[in-house]
Structure formats: structure tokens, C-alpha cells
């Protein structure tokens, strides 16, 4: 008896040991871990999983580790906060946090545009917008008829202040129903999604993959994409973009961060090595046929740019989105 | 669908599947028996391994993990009174008093059988019922899962011990703490205080460890030495499970099953929840409702049916409509897309045989937990044997690694103190600390729900009873709460007229 008891300490106490190598998750001084602050089974960390999955096929020098840690602003805050320049770590940041919650709700932001050094954008997602099948919408002349005689517009997104949130104020805003407009947000995209097609709400707003599955068995139609033009492949090509009619709209892009102050040529690498898994004919695939997404790479300046757009579109809606 | 089985089965029937299953099985069971580290964290700390290989054995692999975690949550609420996972909360209210009694093998067996037989009745729901199943559960809407949160929220009354008063206050004490975090209606924050890591709201997991995990060391602390060894020796311990009970568990596990499974279709609710369902109805069907609390046979077989009954059940909407039923599954929905498969009715028709593969997967899983949880019971039984002075250490170092696990900082460890001491001030009260788990697990539910239906409809409460569902939850919450009611009245009246002695 003795023995054996004496046999389960000595396993617990492995087991033990190995829940804390699991938990604290030492790697090797090479491994990158890439930090998406965002919901594990999210678009951005998704890709995250997959560029780290084919890290090793591209570089000796450097393995990708991609983790999700949900918490949006307090994840980037306490990762800035533990991580120094060169520390092999890199982090998501999109412009939820960098325009959104940077404009709505700077204090809840321990960090600025300055605490990072741009290495990567991976994708970028034109987001859409459905309808409820039964309102017969299927293009942006159905949806202005629509709005001009609507007293209540209603528009399922994912979170009460998220990028969906914003493209749907931009368009309701500029097409003059903004006061009509109530958005209601859901749980997750799936959520929203759903939610649209019993008619709990008249539109959602969501990412193309999203919203593929509601659309094929016929609970909504989808109205238009927040692009410049129209869609040009996939299952939902040649709808029409809000660009087209002066709307405006942003796609969906998450920039991957080093710690400012990180060497330009360790950057340059990392860069180099996830430009060479986006240019793999299996990913492009991937990436445009299961995600419906497009392979974006950026420049800082791109980065910018898109960060000061959403900015702008930002200040001028904020009323809608967050009444005062 | 019979065209795909006998291609599904070849898919599925090869040593590799099995193997995969085989290692996601004992993992999932091994470290969802450690309070704190719960299945999800499990799965995505595993998920990575998934990369490399195909979608079947992938996606076999996972499944092991999730059903396996299910059963494994139990083993530390039976043994140490502490749920590994916080849907194993409800098993433990009598899976613990039975293990005290002796019969902790009888105990684990029981949670064993249970979670078996509950797990290959979600299984073939998912395969038989799937397409129509989901299409039902795609009707329930923000006004209909409040609804499910009121009647969850009757349970509060069956798990309040002596005082439903105590119960109730512990229940608005939970509820005030869900609140803790972004509003989820405007994502202002409440009740922060500044601290940005309670942003995100308190993790469930962490708040158990501190609940019941730590405050049970700590009231170990407060015991004179003798009385803290357990004769075991003298317990005779065989885990015999007599007729009689194998009877009375009967109706239970059917039933959790059932409950489970209509939780599980449910998107949103869990394993969590269906438990506490499943225990709150046994207890009201039950003959011997007085056993409840206090090592009922009844009460882990209701808990653990439903429990893992969830994990077919939450795998509907996701394989049907691409919905995730619950966080869990939704982390599987990475290794299937990661594999280029996109879930939805469409993929039944382009790839049949894949999916009917998982689905007939699910079942094995459960067969191969059965058979490892038939190994593993006799040796999980003996950590009651290890001597305080060794056990007690162990347990508080997993609890302190699992509470750091969840997000990796050293906050969650903090948070678990904090709830430590609350609940050994509430233990001092004489307050049950379950009512507040429930407060946990339904406050952001119910308050989501609530205040969307009210966005959705301008205010009018007439959305609460706009469908048939609404209607037919608001028949089961009059039902539970007259249940409730005609209790307490026999109660009353047992106190008043006690039976003469002869």
C-alpha cells in the first residue's frame, strides 16, 4: 500500500511538473510567440495559427508560435508592459485599438502608435452587410429605397463598439438615417449572424466567412460589401462595394507588432519570413477560398494611412455608435 | 446518410484515429482532473498539435480531449471536493459526501457511467437528429435564452441548504460579481476600478479555485490534526454499485442526457449550465430528494449525463450551421477550417464523409473513455488514501499553477485569494457558496439577454412572450418554482407535526 501511494506522489508530482512547464511555456530563445489579443477562434488568430504552423518550412533562425490571449486592450497592455526591444515577441494590433478604442476610450490604453514597430499586415477583410431574406435587399438601390421610407433600422454586430459597429454607422450615418439607426450587439459574429436571418434584427454587419453559411441556406441576403468596388471572387463576387456610391468604408486589417526599439534587421527578417509563408501558393489558397480573405502586405506608411482613415471615420460617427 | 457511413467508417477505423484518440482521451482526462487547468485551456494548448495532421485525425484528437475533460472535472470534485472544470460544480455536491462515506470508487464509477452513457446519447442525437435539431435550436433568440436563465435561475433554491433566504443573498452576490467587467451592451467598463485586467470580467475557473479549491485548505487549516486523517483502511472500498442503485440511476441519466442535449443546441449556454438543470430536476423527481447534498447517488449521475451530453450537442450548430455551440467547440472550429473545411449543411454534401467520420468519431471517443476511465478510477480512488500532509500541498500548488494557466499572469492568482477569503468569511456566515457560482455562470447571460430584448423591442416587455418557446420556458419555470414552493410547504409542515416516535 505504502508502495503504491508512495508510486501516485511520484506521479503527481510529474504531472505537476508538467503543468507548469505547460503554463509558463519556456521556448527556446529562437521562437517567436505571436500574441493575438483576440478570440482564439477569431479570423486574425486563425491566421496567426496557420503562418506559425508553416514557420519552420521558411526559416531555420526563427519558429512561430502563435497564442491567443482574449482580452483586446488589456492583453496589448500588460504584452507591452512585459516585453522590452529584441524580446522575441510580437504582438496583433488593429485598428479597433489603434482608431477605436484609442479615439473613444484613450485612458484604457497604456500604450500609443509609438511602442511598436510595424513588421506585418497578414489579410485584409472586406467585411458585408446581410439582410434579412424576407426584406428582399440584394443591392445598395434596394437598400437607399429601403432606408429613405424605414423609420427603425436595426443592424446586428459583433460588440457594442467594434469595427462592425463603426462600418455600419458610416453607411447608415452618410446615407442620412443615422437617428433611425440602433445597433445591437451580439456575443460573436456567428451570433449576429444568426440573428439576422429569423429577423431578430434587419442587417448584421460581419466578415464574408461569417456570414457563408447563413447566406447558402438562405436566411439573408447580402446587400453590399464595405470595399472600394465590387467583390471580384469567391461566393459572393460582383457585390457591389459602398465606394461605389461615395459611402464610406474600411477593411478589416491587423498589423503584427515587434516592441519599439526592436533591430531593424531582426525585423526585417521576421518581415522577410512571413512574406514568404503569404506568397505560398497553399496559404493564398487557404486564405482566399476557406477565410475569404486577401494576402495584404503593407508598408508602414500603408499602415498609417489606414489607421488615420478609420480615425476619421471614427470622430465623424461616434454619436451613433456611443450616444451621448 | 447511409451512403456515407460505410466510407465514413473506412475513414475513421485506422490506427492513427485511434491512437490520436487514445492520447486526446487521457490528456483531456489527466488535466481537466487539475483544478483550474479547465478543457478549453486544454484544447488550445493542444490545438497547435493538430496542425500537421488531417482533419479526422485532428479533429478525433480534440474530441478526445473535450469528452474526456468532461468526465475528468469530476475526478478532483468527488475526491478533494474542488471541480477540475467548472461544469463538474454540480457533481461535486455529492460526489464529495460520497467519497467521505467511502465510496469513492463507487463515486467516480458512477461519474464514469454516467458521463458515458451521456456522451453517446448526445453522440447519436448529432448523428441522427443533427440538420433538424439545429434548425430548431436556430429559432431560439435573445428573448427565448432569457428565458433559459430565469429557469436556471430557480435552481438557486434547490442548492441553498438550509436558509433559501442565505442562498438568495449568495446568488445577488454572485450576480453583482458577473457584473464586474465591460458592459456588454456599450463596453463601458463597471466596477474596474481602473484595473484594466478586470476589463475582460473575472474568469470562472480562477473564481472556483478560490471558491472552493483554497477555502477548503484553508478549513483544513482550521482542524485539529486527528481530524484530518481518514481511515480509509476501515471503508472497504470496493465500488460495488448495488441493483438498487443502478435502478435509481436510471432516470436521472436519462434525463440529464435529454437536458444536456437541449443545453448543448443552445448557443451560448454549456456544459456548465445543463449540469445544474439536470441536478435541480433529479433532485425534483427524485423519491429521495433528502440524499441531495449529502451523497446521492442520483445527483452525480443527473450532473455528469448532462455534462457531457453537452459535447455532441454543442458539435450541432457548429457542424450544421457553422454556429460553435460553446467556446470549446469554437477552438475546434480552428483545426477544421485550418483544414480548409468550412462547417455548415453545404459540407454534408462536398465532403459527407468527413463529416460523418467525426461524427461517428464522437462515439468511439466515448467508448475509449469508458475503457480508460475503468483503468484509471482505481488509481484516481487512492489519492483519497495519500496523507494530508503530502495531499494538501499538492493541491495548493495545481491550484496556484491552474489560476496563473488561465491567462498567464499573475493577477488570476490574486483574484483566487481574494475569492478564497470571501468564501471563508461566507463559510463563517453560514452562507452556501454555490449560489454564487450560479450568479457566476448566469449573471452575464441573463443580463445580456434582458437588456437586448428590451434594445430589440423599444423597451416592451411583450417580447418575453412574443413565441411558442417563450411560452413553453415560462410553463417550466411556473413548474419548477411551484415545485419549489410545494417543498417547502411539506417542510414547514414536517417541523410543525413531526411523526411520533413508536
Not at chain 1, 458610416?170 to 433611425?180: E, P, W
Not at chain 2, 439545429?134 to 438557486?156: D, H, N, R, Y
Not at chain 2, 454572485?174 to 484595473?195: A, E, K, Q
Not at chain 2, 413565441?467 to 410553463?475: L, Q, T
Request: hydrophobic letters at 50%.
Amino acid at each position: 500500500m505504502k508502495k503504491s501511494i508512495r508510486r501516485l506522489c511520484l506521479v503527481l508530482a510529474l504531472v505537476m511538473v508538467m503543468s507548469f512547464a505547460t503554463a509558463t511555456s519556456a521556448f527556446a530563445a529562437d521562437t517567436w510567440t505571436v500574441t493575438c489579443p483576440w478570440a482564439p477562434d477569431g479570423v486574425a488568430s486563425l491566421v496567426s495559427q496557420k503562418a506559425a504552423s508553416l514557420s519552420t518550412e521558411y526559416s531555420k533562425d526563427i519558429t512561430l508560435v502563435a497564442e491567443a490571449i482574449k482580452g483586446d486592450a488589456a492583453t496589448v497592455n500588460t504584452w507591452v508592459l512585459d516585453n522590452e526591444a529584441n524580446d522575441p515577441s510580437l504582438v496583433f494590433v488593429g485598428e479597433g485599438l489603434l482608431s477605436i478604442t484609442a479615439t473613444m476610450d484613450p485612458a484604457k490604453l497604456q500604450f500609443g502608435y509609438e511602442d511598436f514597430v510595424f513588421v506585418e499586415n497578414l489579410y485584409s477583410s472586406v467585411f458585408v452587410l446581410s439582410a434579412d431574406a424576407k426584406l428582399e435587399i440584394n443591392n445598395i438601390e434596394d437598400l437607399q429605397a429601403y432606408v429613405a421610407d424605414a423609420e427603425e433600422i436595426t443592424v446586428a454586430t459583433n460588440g457594442a463598439t467594434g469595427s462592425e459597429a463603426f462600418l455600419a454607422a458610416a453607411l447608415f450615418g452618410s446615407m442620412g438615417a443615422g437617428d433611425a439607426l440602433k445597433l445591437v450587439p451580439y456575443q460573436s459574429a456567428a451570433e449576429a449572424a444568426q440573428a439576422v436571418s429569423r429577423g431578430e434584427t434587419d442587417f448584421a454587419v460581419s466578415h464574408q466567412s461569417q456570414i457563408l453559411e447563413t447566406y447558402n441556406q438562405g436566411g439573408v441576403t447580402v446587400v453590399c460589401a464595405f470595399d472600394e468596388g465590387a467583390i471580384e471572387n469567391g461566393p459572393f463576387a460582383g457585390i457591389e462595394g459602398v465606394g461605389q456610391y461615395g459611402y464610406p468604408y474600411f477593411r478589416n486589417r491587423c498589423f503584427i507588432m515587434a516592441r519599439a526599439g526592436t533591430d531593424e534587421e531582426t525585423v526585417a527578417a521576421l518581415k522577410e519570413l512571413y512574406d514568404d509563408i503569404l506568397a505560398d501558393e497553399e496559404v493564398v489558397e487557404w486564405l482566399h477560398d476557406t477565410m475569404l480573405l486577401e494576402v495584404d502586405t503593407m508598408t508602414v506608411e500603408d499602415v498609417e494611412a489606414h489607421v488615420e482613415n478609420v480615425t476619421n471615420i471614427v470622430n465623424e460617427y461616434i454619436d451613433i455608435v456611443q450616444p451621448a | 446518410m447511409l451512403q456515407h457511413i460505410i466510407p465514413a467508417s473506412g475513414l475513421l477505423f485506422t490506427l492513427q484515429n485511434i491512437l490520436w484518440i487514445n492520447i486526446g482521451v487521457f490528456i483531456g482526462a489527466v488535466f481537466a482532473a487539475i483544478p483550474g487547468l479547465t478543457v478549453i485551456l486544454c484544447v488550445i494548448l493542444f490545438l497547435p498539435v493538430t496542425y500537421s495532421m488531417s482533419a479526422i485525425p485532428g479533429m478525433m484528437f480534440l474530441l478526445g480531449i473535450y469528452c474526456a475533460g468532461g468526465y475528468g472535472g469530476s475526478v478532483s470534485a468527488i475526491l478533494i471536493n474542488t471541480p477540475g472544470t467548472p461544469h463538474a460544480a454540480a457533481t461535486m455536491l455529492d460526489g464529495h459526501p460520497l467519497s467521505k462515506a467511502g465510496r469513492t470508487k463507487a463515486a467516480l464509477k458512477i461519474a464514469l457511467y454516467a458521463s458515458t452513457f451521456g456522451g453517446i446519447f448526445s453522440a447519436l442525437a448529432l448523428l441522427f437528429l443533427g440538420p433538424q435539431v439545429a434548425k430548431l435550436a436556430a429559432q431560439l433568440g435573445t428573448p427565448e435564452c432569457f428565458m433559459v436563465c430565469v429557469f436556471g435561475l430557480t435552481i438557486i433554491a434547490g442548492v441553498s441548504g438550509k436558509s433559501m433566504v442565505r442562498g438568495i443573498i449568495a446568488a445577488c452576490l454572485g450576480l453583482l460579481i458577473s457584473c464586474i467587467g465591460s458592459d456588454p451592451m456599450t463596453s463601458y467598463d463597471r466596477f474596474t476600478f481602473g484595473v484594466n485586467r478586470l476589463y475582460l470580467g473575472l474568469d470562472l475557473a480562477v473564481c472556483l479555485i478560490g471558491l472552493f479549491a483554497l477555502v477548503e485548505i484553508v478549513s483544513r487549516a482550521e482542524q485539529k490534526p486527528n481530524e484530518l486523517h481518514m481511515d480509509t483502511k476501515k471503508m472497504h472500498d470496493n465500488g460495488a454499485i448495488t441493483k438498487e442503485e443502478y435502478k435509481r440511476l436510471a432516470r436521472p441519466t436519462i434525463m440529464g442526457s435529454l437536458i444536456g442535449v437541449l443545453v448543448g443546441i443552445i448557443p451560448g449556454t454549456g456544459a456548465s449550465e445543463a449540469s445544474w438543470f439536470s441536478y435541480s430536476q433529479a433532485k425534483s423527481m427524485s423519491k429521495h430528494p433528502e440524499e441531495f447534498g449529502h451523497g446521492s447517488v442520483e445527483g452525480v449521475a443527473a450532473a455528469e449525463s448532462a455534462n457531457n451530453a453537452v459535447t455532441g450537442a454543442t458539435l450541432i450548430p457548429l457542424l450544421t450551421l457553422g454556429i460553435p455551440g460553446d467556446g470549446t467547440v469554437a477552438i475546434m472550429l480552428s483545426a477544421l477550417m485550418i483544414n480548409g473545411l468550412n462547417p455548415g449543411l453545404s459540407l454534408f454534401t462536398t465532403q459527407g464523409d468527413i463529416m460523418y467520420a467525426i461524427m461517428l468519431g464522437l462515439i468511439l471517443v466515448n467508448i475509449f473513455m469508458l475503457l480508460q476511465g475503468k483503468i484509471l478510477t482505481p488509481i484516481f480512488a487512492k489519492v483519497v488514501s495519500i496523507p494530508q500532509e503530502i495531499l494538501t500541498p499538492i493541491i495548493v500548488i495545481f491550484c496556484f499553477a491552474g489560476a496563473y494557466s488561465v491567462n498567464k499572469n499573475y493577477f488570476d492568482v490574486c483574484v483566487a485569494l481574494v475569492f478564497c477569503v470571501l468564501a471563508w468569511i461566507l463559510r463563517k456566515l453560514d452562507m452556501p457558496p454555490v449560489p454564487i457560482l450560479l450568479g457566476l455562470v448566469l449573471g452575464k447571460m441573463t443580463e445580456t439577454n434582458f437588456r437586448r430584448a428590451l434594445l430589440i423591442s423599444n423597451g416592451s416587455p411583450k417580447i418575453f412572450v412574443s413565441s411558442v418557446y417563450c411560452w413553453i420556458f415560462i410553463g417550466l419555470i411556473v413548474l419548477a418554482v411551484g415545485t419549489i414552493l410545494r417543498g417547502k410547504i411539506k417542510d414547514r409542515k414536517a417541523k410543525a407535526d413531526p411523526p411520533k416516535e413508536e
